[in-house]
């Protein structure tokens, strides 16, 4: 490299100059103080771990996005976190081993291999809380209240919407179907981009069954109205009834806490559908066309530590505010 490129940072990977450190460390600080009294406790796990720890039970979608190299004193693969959600679970399960519900919070820096957004390129600084031990409705009503909040501490003036879905519908809907890995990656793709014409086509190739379900769930997307819609799609699903009324219970507490926020159920939404056990929610600022804030239910992570524990959380990118 020449002297005058030794300045260059790599391809997204920025510093932070006096008054914007000074901004957001500011910030920072606010938000911990908020989930302290909420009652989160401040935890600081490490900035690299074992790829067997960190990796671990949240798939590969968090593998492909974490930076790794090999520990030069024991010859293993160390990970730069990339997603700091797996090192609290890890603490809860192992580091705590605590009784009844836990809730912890934390703050840090994270580096990805390829960027997820392009306000915070490859190394957001991700604020999120916690909470663990209870599988109630009412734990997942809290960790929503307790992102939302978040956005009001920091002052944030844009309009928000609250984007939710739940996982346990399609769960419900298709996890009998049999489907191949490769058909299901196509209907995931589909479903995700509300694909009508690719959901068409690829209802040729499955079960009757299936298909039907898939043209009903395709356009289950819009207002919380959309919840009456599939209850009228799906009368004789169990399981699909049971997540719906805790849409429900949720929103309506959403609704009355935070009037405000808009709110945009979609049922098709499967983002971390490998992890996540039941509601998954993201929060949208008005003129951003990426979440700022992501969170959902994932009660079976623990279960790789050695301690199955029920868990919900969320995530902020303190760089996207």
């Known amino acids: 490299m020449s002297t005058e490129n030794r300045w260059l940072l790599p391809e997204g990977i920025d510093e932070l100059l006096p008054e914007r450190a000074g901004q957001l460390e500011a910030l920072r600080r606010r938000l911990l103080d908020q989930c302290a009294t909420w009652g989160y406790r401040y935890v600081i796990p490490p900035l690299v771990e074992f790829t067997d720890s960190l990796l671990i039970g949240l798939g590969a979608d968090l593998d492909v996005v974490t930076c790794k190299f090999t520990d030069q004193m024991s010859g293993r693969m160390l990970g730069v976190r990339a997603d700091i959600t797996p090192q609290t679970a890890r603490m809860d399960a192992h580091s705590l081993a605590e009784e009844g519900v836990t809730r912890l919070c934390y703050a840090g820096s994270t580096l990805q291999s390829t960027p997820q957004s392009v ?28 992102m939302l909040s978040t956005f009001e501490c920091a002052g944030v003036s844009r309009p928000l919407t609250l984007d939710i879905g739940h996982i346990g519908i399609y769960d419900a809907l298709f996890s009998d179907a049999g489907l191949e890995p490769e ?4 209907v995931f793709d589909a479903l ?16 009757a069954r299936e298909a039907e379900r898939l043209a009903r769930l395709v356009s289950l997307h819009g207002s919380p109205d959309v919840l009456a819609s599939a209850r009228a799609a799906f009368p004789d699903e169990p399981a699909v009834m049971a997540a719906l009324d805790q849409l429900d219970t949720v929103l309506a507490g959403v609704q009355r806490a935070f009037p405000d926020v808009g709110v945009y159920v979609d049922l098709t939404e499967l983002r971390g559908f490998r992890y996540h056990t039941g ?4 929060v949208y600022l008005e003129g951003r066309g990426s979440a700022v804030a992501k ?8 279960a790789v530590f050695g301690r199955d524990r029920p868990a919900t959380g969320f995530a902020i990118d303190l760089k996207a505010l």
């Open 119 to 146: 306000i915070s390129g490859r190394a957001p600084i991700q604020l999120g809380a916690e909470l663990f031990g209870s599988n109630a409705i009412e734990a997942d009503s809290e960790i929503i209240g307790l």
């Open 183 to 186: 058909v299901e990656t196509q």
């Open 192 to 207: 995700q981009r509300k694909s009508v014409p690719d959901i068409e086509r690829l209802s040729a190739s499955l079960p």
């Open 279 to 282: 509601l998954v929610f993201a």
């Open 295 to 302: 969170g959902g239910r994932y009660d079976n992570i623990g």
